[in-house]
């Protein structure tokens, strides 16, 4: 699972190899032959290794790659990466006989001018890069939310982008509808990454679509249900009596401590032991209910 900011939209690449494609052709349009898949590649490049951040192989209907897109996230300046770059490509072409194409997401504007200046200032290299640099300001918003459904990663990636725009707002039911879509481990990670981190007002929209929308209660009960299963698979809801009505209860303390830590949520000692000792069925559903979109524990608790 992807762990970082680094990470994070690697792992979008990985839910959904087309995505450096969609960066290219209609973001920048640049033209490009068709294909029938994209399929992720090994990103190391041997003898000696050399590890790109994504490498992607564009194929026709017989799997045989047609095109080929080195794909990188790239957040400090860093010199070495213009020659690594070089090689990864060279990498690619020599082993399939096919073009392949840089794309490059750099989330700090003045590091993306830096690099244009350096690659623009290189005219002494016999092997010039000629990549695709891209900051947020180059992503627009997801509003629509069939495409959203369709293309999850795309619309995560845009939220992703305009966190720190109050345009994100009018993402938030597209973002919802492609949530939705996603495995549960997935839900779990990128709710923590995405949701929590969006600014107070979007957060407080965010909250009424989930708690007032068929598609937000069911996102919430299966974030929930996603936790409980995380929380059961580490031996914490062992031996619970479902059947039973303190079975019940402990199983659903148990799902709230659990959605809580798995959102980033502290939970001092104290608050924990509070939780998980509550035979209050009523209540222990009402913090679940808040656990979902909690920022804090006390959220949850307060009376």
Known sequence: ????????????????????????????????PPFDHARLH?????????????????CDAQDKPIRATVYEVQRGRDRTKLASWKLYIGHLEREYQIKAS???????????????????????????????????????????????????????????????????REMLPALLAAMSTLAPDMKIFYDREIVAKLPASARAYWEELVVN????????????????????????????????????????????????????VAVPEAIRGRILTCTDTEQLDLWLRRAITATTVEEVTQS
């Open 42 to 58: 090994d990103p190391n490049v041997r003898p000696r290794t050399y590890q790109a951040d994504a490498m992607v192989l564009y």
């Open 213 to 264: 929308t068929a598609v937000g209660r069911r996102y919430s009960l299966d974030l929930v249900a996603a936790a409980a299963a995380e929380a059961e698979a580490r031996g914490e809801a062992r031996g619970e009596a479902r059947g039973e009505a303190r079975g019940e209860a402990r199983g659903e303390a148990r799902a709230v401590v659990a959605v809580l830590r798995n959102r980033g």
């Open 1 to 32: 699972m992807p762990t970082s900011t680094h990470e994070a939209p690697l792992g979008l690449v990985r839910l959904d190899p087309s995505l450096p494609d969609w960066v290219q052709t209609e973001l920048f349009g640049d033209p490009a």
């Open 102 to 168: 840089l794309v490059v997401f750099i989330p700090n504007r003045s590091v993306a001018g830096w690099y244009r200046k350096e690659i623009m200032g290189d005219t002494r290299s016999a092997a010039r890069l000629h990549p695709r640099l891209f900051t947020p300001d180059d992503v627009p918003l997801v509003l629509d939310e069939g495409e959203a459904a369709a293309h999850p990663a795309r619309t995560l990636f845009a939220t992703m982008c305009h966190l720190d725009d109050e345009k994100v």
